[in-house]
């Protein structure tokens, strides 16, 4: 929606993604949607509403591991890009919720530990960033009790956003 004030950005449809033409359409976006709704954001007026998108625009493949997509090249990413900057200059997000190591690289240092940056909150741009690890059964970073706990400060940030946002919105609905 060109009215969204909230934008999530992911690394790449997945196969499910692509079949079913919805982002985080699996597992992942069970948990990714879970991590919301504990912030108190509703998945169909999300999906309805709001926008998702991704650092690249096609399935990559399986990685040659076996477990999970493979990450896009930099070629790929490069490739993509001028897409992902469109939509930041169309929407202007006033929350942006990178999702996943490649799309939280796109406002921290590659080499920041996620550790270090899940739970925390920056301004870049204007906009509000929180990031969030990949909710995918192949990732095990969300799943030990120090990490579950990083993740849930990044939905209270994201749940003080949203409160703010729909305040704002219900004022200018009020006038």
């Known amino acids: 929606s060109l009215g969204a ?15 079913a033409g919805r982002p985080f359409n699996a597992g992942s976006g069970k948990r990714l949607f879970q991590w919301l709704g504990q912030a108190g954001i509703d998945e169909g007026w999300f999906r309805s509403t709001q926008y998702m998108c991704s650092v690249t625009r096609c399935y990559p493949g399986r990685s040659g591991s076996g477990s999970g997509d493979r990450v896009p090249s930099r070629a790929e990413q490069a490739l993509c890009r001028p897409y992902l900057e469109a939509e930041l200059a169309i929407l202007a997000p006033d929350l942006i919720l990178p999702v996943g190591r490649l799309a939280i690289q796109l406002f921290y240092p590659a080499s920041s530990p996620l550790e270090e940056i899940i739970g925390t909150e920056k301004r870049v741009d204007g906009r509000w960033v929180v990031p969030l690890p990949h909710p995918s059964g192949a990732s095990r970073w969300h799943q030990s009790d120090e990490n579950r706990a990083r993740v849930r400060q990044a939905v209270e940030l994201i749940g003080q956003h949203y409160q703010r946002l729909m305040q704002a919105v219900q004022g200018i609905h009020r006038r």
């Open 5 to 19: 004030r909230l934008m999530l950005i992911g690394q790449a449809p997945g196969i499910t993604e692509k079949e």
